[in-house]
């Protein structure tokens, strides 16, 4: 069958009838449309939403989590944190299989552990794991080399997919992995069809270890790199889905749409930050005072209001402005083109620079609309800037993180906890060449090392409040990014689905509860 065929057949849905009651589709297609386009499908060695999305419904993960950012059973049907917090048990189902009909055991969790604190950019992630014994087949226990108070929320479905040691073991490098572009999982959908830059098509895994569930039939992501071909297919009915949508032009329209529903829940964990990058190894870029007069130049509130219309939200620091650990006193470089003027001549540049600015493809209101108004606000202070396109993701994704660029917009992800998300961009032991979204600015300042460090193993809320308060000090005058903007995340969808995913990580969560009514 062709993917054609299969979007053309979406609402082709088998449903059974209850007097007074609601009418449930028996199975079905769910399309969901996306304009990023993932490289692989394998979340243990790759972030990001192109591959978490896939990725979450291929594999299984030890934990999930629910709306109230409360760890709920999963491959996990329980556990228990030591009192010292030194050690993690994992009690696994013992029904679950993999998709090729092998057994999950604790040696595929230890091993999915270790292969991701290994090869995923998220370093900080898993760093405290030291070791994970296996007692039995159904058991795992996380031995810790200090407290690690996010690791439940790391052992979750978007960033902790369970593989199969019996197909990654076999000793290739994980991140180019063969299996990565076919995987054998253990979540409630098998992939049938990965078609690099159209589409991924997932069919039922009628195996689930999961009682009933999932009602779905299939799920395709269409990927639609034009937003106007995208917005027309949501209104055609042709894709039943659009998550992570950002343009306030796609939301009004949207909204406007009857048999469409939008809404911003599911983002609780993401806290994305758009922002711009500085390469702090560029012998351009290395002078603070460049860096700083670049901020002084850019007026953040003209982006928010007039750019993205009032649908976006001001960002002053490296942590998302509704975390707890947020502080409010950071500076916010508000526009002065005098003072960014000033800063150019005392760093030896009174007569200007060139340099290159880089862009995420995709909607342009986030990326490519900032990196354009860039060029025309730094041209007052002198710096001449080329706007440099990609032709996709993974050309942009090339050379951001294999350091050949100079200034690049860029958007990042707190994950729910600092020492998940935001550890990985400032500290000096992230800077790994060839690694997206890690310390891609070559950053290193040994006093945020420390601090950084010691909030990833403080149990007291406000003990850790102070060390990030600090941190985010510090890094402001540094200026390795300058801050811009958190995402205005909305979710479009056709009113029919029911149990959308709403939760903190929404669509990066398993898809096994959706269905369609009548």
């Not at 180019?176 to 997932?202: D, Q, R």
Request: net charge negative.
């Amino acid at each position: 069958m062709t993917l054609m065929t299969r979007l053309m057949g979406a609402a082709a849905l088998t449903v059974t009838t209850m007097v007074g009651a609601p009418v449930y589709a028996d199975g079905g297609t769910l399309v969901i449309a996306s304009t990023q386009v993932p490289r692989h499908l394998n979340g243990a060695v790759q972030s990001g939403i192109a591959t978490a999305m896939p990725s979450t419904q291929i594999f299984a993960s030890p934990l999930r989590y629910d709306e109230n950012w409360e760890p709920q059973p999963y491959l996990a049907e329980s556990w228990e944190v030591s009192e010292d917090g030194m050690s993690v048990t994992l009690n696994l189902v013992q029904n679950a299989t993999f998709h090729d009909g092998q057994p999950v055991t604790s040696e595929d969790v230890a091993f999915s552990i270790m292969t991701t604190k290994e090869n995923h950019p998220f370093k900080s992630m898993f760093a405290p794991v030291e070791a994970i014994e296996t007692p039995d087949a159904h058991t795992a226990v996380i031995k810790l080399s200090q407290p690690h108070p996010a690791l439940l929320l790391a052992l979750s479905p978007a960033l902790a997919p369970v593989l199969p040691k019996h197909v990654y073991g076999d000793g290739q490098d994980p991140k180019s992995h063969p299996a990565n572009s076919a995987p054998v999982g253990s979540g409630p959908f098998l992939l049938e069809e990965f078609t690099a830059g159209e589409a991924v098509v997932l069919k039922k895994n009628p195996n689930f270890f999961l009682e009933g569930r999932p009602v779905l039939d299939e799920v395709i992501f269409r990927i639609i790199k034009d937003e106007s071909a995208l917005m027309i297919a949501m209104e055609n009915g042709e894709a039943d889905a659009y998550p992570f949508m950002t343009q306030s032009s796609s939301i009004k329209r949207m909204e406007k749409a009857d048999h469409l529903g939008v809404t911003t829940d599911g983002y609780a964990a993401v806290g994305p930050i758009n922002w711009l990058a500085f390469n702090t190894a560029s012998e351009k870029l290395s002078d603070v005072r460049v860096r700083q007069a670049i901020a002084y130049a850019v007026d953040r509130d003209f982006i928010t209001k007039a750019l993205h219309r009032g649908v976006s939200s001001s960002q002053r620091g490296p942590i998302i402005e509704t975390s707890p650990f947020f502080d409010e006193t950071i500076p916010s470089y508000d526009a002065d083109l005098d003072k960014a003027t000033a800063l150019m001549a005392e760093a030896g540049y009174a007569d200007g620079m060139d340099l290159t600015i880089d862009y995420i493809p995709g909607p342009a209101e986030q990326q490519k609309n900032i990196a354009e108004y860039m060029k025309s606000q730094l041209k007052k202070i002198g710096i001449n800037v080329e706007v440099r396109a990609a032709p996709d993701f993974p050309t942009w994704a090339g050379r951001v993180g294999g350091h050949d660029f100079e200034l690049s917009m860029d958007i990042v992800f707190n994950w729910g906890d600092p020492v998940i998300g935001v550890h990985r961009t400032y500290l000096s032991s992230n800077i790994n060449k060839g690694v997206i979204w890690s310390n891609t600015q070559q950053y290193a300042n040994a006093k945020v090392d420390e601090l950084l460090n010691a909030a990833a193993v403080e149990g007291d809320l406000e003990k850790r409040k102070a060390l990030y308060a600090e941190f985010q000090q510090i890094v402001a005058g540094d200026l390795p990014v300058y801050w811009i903007n958190a995402l205005p995340y909305h979710t479009a969808f056709d009113q029919k689905l029911q149990n959308v995913p709403t939760g903190i990580w929404g669509f990066m969560h398993p898809y096994d509860q959706i269905s369609w009514s009548e």
